[in-house]
Protein backbone atom coordinates (compact mmCIF):
# COMPACT_ATOMS: atom_id res chain seq x y z
CA UNK A 1 0.00 0.00 0.00
CA UNK A 2 1.31 3.54 -0.98
CA UNK A 3 0.61 4.91 2.62
CA UNK A 4 2.75 2.63 4.63
CA UNK A 5 5.40 3.46 1.41
CA UNK A 6 4.92 6.89 2.54
CA UNK A 7 4.77 6.89 6.48
CA UNK A 8 7.93 4.62 6.55
CA UNK A 9 9.78 7.60 4.61
CA UNK A 10 8.37 9.74 7.10
CA UNK A 11 9.72 7.86 9.52
CA UNK A 12 13.19 7.90 8.53
CA UNK A 13 15.60 9.28 10.90
CA UNK A 14 17.89 11.84 9.83
CA UNK A 15 19.69 13.39 13.46
CA UNK A 16 18.77 11.48 16.95
CA UNK A 17 20.71 11.50 20.10
CA UNK A 18 19.77 13.05 23.32
CA UNK A 19 18.50 16.56 22.61
CA UNK A 20 17.97 16.14 18.84
CA UNK A 21 15.26 14.08 17.00
CA UNK A 22 15.20 14.82 13.06
CA UNK A 23 12.89 13.29 10.92
CA UNK A 24 11.11 14.10 7.53
CA UNK A 25 8.22 13.97 9.48
CA UNK A 26 9.70 17.26 10.98
CA UNK A 27 9.44 18.66 7.07
CA UNK A 28 6.18 18.50 7.65
CA UNK A 29 5.51 20.25 10.88
CA UNK A 30 7.51 23.02 9.50
CA UNK A 31 5.41 23.40 6.45
CA UNK A 32 2.48 23.54 8.94
CA UNK A 33 3.76 25.94 10.99
CA UNK A 34 4.35 28.16 7.49
CA UNK A 35 0.62 27.28 6.18
CA UNK A 36 -0.41 28.78 9.83
CA UNK A 37 1.31 31.90 9.39
CA UNK A 38 0.28 32.00 5.96
CA UNK A 39 -3.44 31.74 6.92
CA UNK A 40 -2.52 34.90 9.68
CA UNK A 41 -3.33 33.59 12.21
CA UNK A 42 -2.87 35.22 15.12
CA UNK A 43 0.36 33.96 17.63
CA UNK A 44 -1.94 32.48 20.47
CA UNK A 45 -4.25 31.16 18.38
CA UNK A 46 -1.43 29.24 15.89
CA UNK A 47 0.63 28.23 18.83
CA UNK A 48 -2.95 26.78 20.72
CA UNK A 49 -3.69 24.76 17.68
CA UNK A 50 -0.20 23.43 17.59
CA UNK A 51 0.15 22.13 21.20
CA UNK A 52 -3.67 21.08 20.86
CA UNK A 53 -2.22 18.54 17.56
CA UNK A 54 0.06 17.26 19.62
CA UNK A 55 -1.75 16.14 22.63
CA UNK A 56 -4.88 14.47 20.47
CA UNK A 57 -2.10 12.76 18.16
CA UNK A 58 -0.07 11.66 22.08
CA UNK A 59 -3.66 10.42 23.01
CA UNK A 60 -4.87 8.69 19.62
CA UNK A 61 -1.19 7.00 19.73
CA UNK A 62 -2.27 5.38 22.64
CA UNK A 63 -5.68 4.72 22.42
CA UNK A 64 -5.71 3.47 18.62
CA UNK A 65 -3.72 1.74 15.76
CA UNK A 66 -4.12 5.40 13.90
CA UNK A 67 -0.24 6.95 15.12
CA UNK A 68 2.64 5.38 16.25
CA UNK A 69 3.67 6.49 19.53
CA UNK A 70 6.38 8.86 19.36
CA UNK A 71 9.45 9.01 21.50
CA UNK A 72 9.19 12.34 24.02
CA UNK A 73 12.03 14.08 21.85
CA UNK A 74 10.42 13.62 18.74
CA UNK A 75 7.46 15.64 20.20
CA UNK A 76 9.02 18.38 21.87
CA UNK A 77 11.05 18.38 18.29
CA UNK A 78 7.36 18.26 16.47
CA UNK A 79 6.53 21.69 18.44
CA UNK A 80 9.71 23.36 18.17
CA UNK A 81 9.85 23.29 14.61
CA UNK A 82 6.39 24.14 14.27
CA UNK A 83 5.93 26.74 16.32
CA UNK A 84 9.41 28.13 14.98
CA UNK A 85 8.55 27.75 11.69
CA UNK A 86 5.19 30.15 12.24
CA UNK A 87 7.16 32.19 13.91
CA UNK A 88 9.63 32.94 11.18
CA UNK A 89 6.84 32.97 8.66
CA UNK A 90 5.04 35.33 10.77
CA UNK A 91 7.77 37.89 11.46
CA UNK A 92 8.82 37.96 7.86
CA UNK A 93 4.92 38.43 6.38
CA UNK A 94 4.98 41.37 9.18
Partial sequence: ???????EFLNIILIENKI???NFWSFVHMGSGII??????????ATSLIILYEIVEFILARTTPLFRVEPTIDIIWDLILTIGAYFITYKILG
Fill in 36 to 45: LALLKLKPFL
Fill in 20 to 22: IFI
Fill in 1 to 7: MATNKIA
